[in-house]
């Protein structure tokens, strides 16, 4: 009778864990994103409703004008597709990381007010994906890819 060693040796799972995760890399950016861009492309869509004039008036109490919302409609809806499809992937994920960053520093950074500093960290969090992806790019399974392009 053969006899099977399955111990396993810890010091080769880092390098089995690498090896294993590169193999899935190009899908697990597909996951990603899909995944990244939802509460964009449905807070954009929201916005284009009943909350129009309500969220302009929240931006305007903010300090920002309220006649930036259509282009942040349009950030929100544009970015969240291009990366949904990986059509211009590098560069949508940096305006993206950008946005994120901006809107916790104007809408959430007073920390005094209810839900502001999870909302403020929730917006650096997602920025910091938004910047990976940027660095990372699209993966094998997008539009980018499809026409060699890096963008």
Known sequence: MVQVNHQINHRDLPVRLELLMKKFEDSALLVARILMPILFIVAGYGKLGDSYASTQQYMNAMGVPGFLLPLTILLELGSGLAVLFGF????????????????????HSNFTEGM??????????????????AIIGPGKFSIDRLMNRNW
Do not use: S, V
């Open 88 to 107: 211009l992937t590098r560069t949508t994920a940096l305006f993206t990381f950008g946005f994120c960053i901006l809107t916790a520093i104007l809408f």
């Open 116 to 133: 502001n500093q999870t909302m403020f960290l929730k917006n650096l969090t997602i920025g910091g994906g938004y910047l990976l992806l």
